[in-house]
């Protein structure tokens, strides 16, 4: 065993050579873990490793803060309630050049590079896309040497953990920090206080100006915990910020004194419950108190922080727009507007018009949805009770908005009810998002589509009044993680054929066109796809029991469950694909692998029905020798980010099937063909752009497009006509229906069968059935022909180059935040100084 050595942190930052990590390592082990080779499990190798990387980050963490500071550039922040950032190990490895030598330093100890990787819990602070979306935005920033820093709650319990149980889906607490979490820095010294209830007094100074003061109100401490984000291939580390909630006094004297230990404990863990648990629904609106308060929690801790660092460098508090602009990611944030006019206001005595075009310049809204279910309100009963001085300036901020209206367009009553804040229809509610509209500067749908139906449906009135406010940036994925952390075959294989700046600029993939028709190059890309898909078939044998075969056809849908993305569009097709094989009538149809994956919310029990329809169907199927050979179903539970790295490389076929105009982007659709595999597509979100740039011959596109959904709506759809006119869809929803499925259970479906029949098919799931087949069919007869599928796998990765997320990060420092780059140059010692007291 090595003796400690004082000047390993020396080491760690000057080289790479294994001898000096293997070192590093054995010292984070003893020093750090407190163990020694003989008695260290494997995670304490993950710890140890996991420090010794993240001691290289550290000194140019500090040192991108000081540049930040030195420039005075413009900040960025992205406020969200959500970050699914995933495993943090290896993409730190590759994004400071340092795999090769780790793997190294780790094989002499006896030990296996990836497995160590396997073993890391997944940060799954975040729900599906929203969340995976602001991951990739912070890599993406940093990437781009840009001053952004994230913002958000530190959950300890983040997404569950989703298992099966007599196919249906059961959640299990997964609680991540369990095995220690080295990628933290608890910051004790960065608390804030936060307060909620209590009531405003209003008084007068001595000019006789009138003031408030929010007053009797409980307080909540925040306290950070800070989190490096490396960018790759950049000296850059920026920040992400997540707050815990602590109780405000670990006793209460007098509780305590007075003999009510019990009580003052309690309350303690009362307080502490706010950052307890992420809720688990992407779509609908949660409506809980505890939600409401997460979200003014870490707003409000956000905000101290953010105008402290502020007025550490800056006096008038006018230059706010100057140098600082702050990204609300969905509503959920926005309370963020009225929190910091009522610092303006009241901290600070601004005039309200000084403070209203302060903040107004300072906020940008990202939506993320038209679902009107996901649209978020909250009472104004509630809001009250728990921010009454917050409900005041938003009633304020209403009234003046109105009258602005009023001028414009007078005597229109109902253009002001749409308009307002405030919904008076039944109990009144706040509308989040007409708060975020009317308090920021810009406003952005996430793809094309989504963002012409915000400009024409959702905010058309708003639209209306400022034209130039609502801005379209589609999402984009990391290519960091999207293809050359989860895809090595594939991106071994790019380097060899185009170097490795798509790594970083993703457009240089265009040069994959040249090699399109080479059936060389062809052979390489599918041996690399096959082997991608060997190796989940080793994973899926390790850990499910099941065989697939990397020989078929890999046709996957892994997403969250939802009625939305018709995952029962695909179960109906693969019934019928079952049913035709039975009958003898698919000769042609080449072996497939269908797999699914995705968790439904909690308190969705449709969502949890199709889950175990799926399940049922797949147990059906494979079990039946007549089909077996040609057709494969396989759940796969528990789908997060990293089971999504496994899954993605390996898939051939990509299902994007919504209901068209529902899907504000998407994201898995860019990662699945960014991986080289070809979309069966509706005309929604991203997909629309998707199959612009990979050609229409490209894509497997169907079903009906947003204007005739919304048409079709309009006069009248009876589903019940396709199911009795379509023989093929009729006998498909018969099985169901009559228990073939489910033969212990024949009625077990019924809901599903009044909701597609009876209840009107709201996703009009029937009316696209038909389309899907025949979409099924053309790409079935493309796959039997090798070289033309190749070729079209090839165009597929060769044009994703502007859905890296790097591209929609541009856009939004472009368009919305005017923001610059600062690169820095190296200067990694130790104990500069520096003017600045530290982040
Ligand atoms: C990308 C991603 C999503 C979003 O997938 P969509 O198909 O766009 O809904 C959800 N969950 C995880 C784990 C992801 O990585």
Redesign the pocket.
Known sequence: MSEFDPDAFEHDYRGTDPDEIQRSINNRLVYTIGKDPYTAVDHDWLNALSYVVRDRLIERWMETHRSYYRSGTKRIYYLSLEF?V?RSLNNALLNIGFRDSCEEALKRLGLDLEEILGMEHDA?L????L???AACILDSIATLDLPGTGYGIRYEYGMFRQALEENQQVELPESWLKAGNPWEFPRPEVVYKIHFGGRVMEYQDKKGRRHHDWIDAEEVLAMAYDTPIPGYHTETVNNLRLWSARASHDFDLACFNRGNYLKAVEEKAYSENLSKVLYPDDRASANQELRLRQQYFFVSASLQDILRRFLQQYESLRQIPEHITIQLNDTHPSIAIPELMRILLDKYKLEWQQAWKITQKTFNYTNHTLLPEALESWPVELMERLLPRHMQIIFEINRRFLLTVTHLYPNDMELLKRLSIIDEEGARRVRMANLAVIGSRRVNGVSQLHTDLLRQQTFADFHRLDPERIVNITNG?TPRRWLNEANHNLSGLLRNVIGHDWVKDLSQLERLRAYANDSEFQQRFMLAKRANKARLADLTMLHLGSTIDPYTLFDVQ???IHEY?RQLLNVLRVITLYNRICDGIAPDLVPRTILLG?KAAPGYLMAKLIIRLINDVAAVINNDPKSAPQLKMLFIPN???S???DI?PAADLSQ?ISTAGM?A???????LALNGALTMGTLD?ANIEIREQVGEENFFCFGLTADEIARKRQNGYDPRLHHEQDAELKRALDMIDQGYFSPTNPNRYKAILRSLIDDGDHFMVLADYRAYIQSDERANALYRDKAAWARAAILNTAAMGSFSCDRTVNDYARLVWGAVPIPHRKSRRIGRKSNHRGE
């Open positions: 699914l995933g799954a975040g729900n599906g896309g969340g995976r979306l994925i892994v997403k969250r993305k995705g789908y997060d980010v089971t999504a790295c993605i994007q899907e982007s998407g994201t898995g659709n860019m990662k979100g």
